[in-house]
């Protein structure tokens, strides 16, 4: 069901406008509009003098697709210099619970090349199925070779539902991917269920700048489509006596991939601490470092510690430090073994982000900042005193006998 306006009925009156108690008409070029935030409340249609506003009837699939021709979840299993990446485990555990649910394959989609060993401990990770294509044009990451040959995969062999990492990698082609084969997507999930009614994948993920959590399905088209954020799932532990099916695809087979752009060369990032998503040690500052300079304290610690720089939202959209940093509900989900916030008040968006650490250290001069609530250890007083003091420390430590 839908709410639609006849453009060449309208006349443009505006006598809807006042009749929606959600402001979702609004005229554009002289034509009344309906936007996203119409409810189908129907309130509008008896306002319209001329008929122009219409409820209309829609079918649950597009025609010439049924649910029923669709089946299994299938995870990609995205890698970096012919290496597996860590989400990819995350999606693997979280699929299988999916798979489950639906008594349907999960399955581990795999492009690279020279990579059969890599393909066959997906299915040590739970993979019923692994479909591995092998090719040189596949080594390395080409958005466009890439969403041509996944796309074609899921046209011939009808997943339900398809995951990816909300990585850089994921962000850059999943959306092609879903405009190819003509269904949603639904990007940045934290979380992901079946509804147990309607057996549709339930894709919760933050809206409105992390201040609400919006769960979002995809009933009238298939496959289901969602990105997932790194380090918010429990990942799948390997067990070698999983049994599973590896089908490798040597080559293209000729098929014509979209490549506008080739990859000439490939150079790995060289960074001062480790990368955020994947460290198990985590210094994050916040509005309490006073300016960008105070950040050369974190750094400082970081290093000593062998860990990575993050940041709140606030002293990102301040430009003290690039959004990379930015750890939270509308940054990256966070989960190491130690995470230190100093200077970080603790709001919620902030919180959703890295609660789930091994163990969380506090340090602010506010004792009733909520970041003591999660904290397991908290140091009231003046960061600017107890972080070099630390880092001091951790120096003298290190270069003992």
């Known amino acids: 069901m839908a709410v639609v306006v006849i453009k060449d009925l309208c006349n443009g009156c505006e006598a809807c406008l006042d009749s929606c108690p959600y402001e979702a008409i609004e005229m554009v070029d002289g034509v009344a509009y309906i936007n996203e935030a119409c409810t189908m409340c129907m309130a509008c249609l008896e306002s319209c003098p001329v008929e122009a506003i219409i409820s209309e009837e829609r079918e649950d699939v597009p025609v010439g697709v049924a649910k029923e021709d669709f089946s299994g979840v299938w995870v990609f299993a995205e890698q970096r210099m012919g290496k597996v990446s860590s989400v990819v485990m995350e999606l693997l555990g979280e699929g299988r619970k999916l798979a489950d649910d639906l008594g349907e394959v999960l399955t581990a989609v795999l ?17 019923d199925e692994v479909i591995y294509v092998d090719d040189p044009l596949l080594a ?119 490549q506008r752009t080739e990859v000439i060369e490939v150079v790995e990032e060289i960074m001062d601490t480790v990368n955020l998503a994947e460290a198990d040690i985590i210094v994050s500052g916040g509005r309490g470092l006073g300016s960008p300079e105070g950040f050369k304290l974190i750094e400082e610690l970081a290093l000593e510690l062998g860990g990575a720089v993050g940041a709140s939202r606030s002293v990102v959209d301040a430009g003290w430090i690039p959004y990379s940093h ?54 009231v007083g003046d960061l600017f005193e107890i972080i070099p003091q630390i880092t001091r420390l951790l120096r003298t430590a290190g270069s003992g006998p």
């Open 326 to 379: 930015q750890v939270g509900q509308t940054g990256k989900t966070v989960q190491p073994k130690l995470y230190i916030a100093c200077g970080i008040s603790g709001a919620v968006q902030h919180l959703a982000g890295m609660q789930a650490s091994d163990v969380i250290v506090a340090i602010n001069k506010d004792p009733d900042a909520p970041i003591f609530d999660v904290a397991n250890y908290g140091l």
């Open 140 to 258: 390395h990451f080409n958005d466009g070779p890439y969403a041509s040959v996944l796309s074609d995969l899921i046209t011939e062999r009808k997943p339900s539902i398809v995951l990816a990492g909300a990585t850089f990698m994921g962000r850059s082609f999943i959306p092609m991917v879903a405009s190819k084969v003509d269904t949603g997507l639904t990007a940045d999930c934290t979380a992901l269920s079946i509804d147990p009614e309607t057996l549709d994948l339930l894709q919760t993920r933050p809206a409105f700048g992390g201040n609400i959590m919006a769960t979002i399905i995809c009933p009238r088209h298939r496959p289901q489509m969602a990105t997932v954020r790194h380090k918010v799932l429990v990942p799948a532990v390997m067990d070698k006596n999983n049994k599973g099916e590896v089908h490798i695809i040597q080559g293209l087979d000729g098929k014509t991939v979209d």
């Open 111 to 127: 492009l690279g090349h020279g990579m059969e060993p890599e393909a066959r401990d997906l299915v040590a990770f739970g993979a």
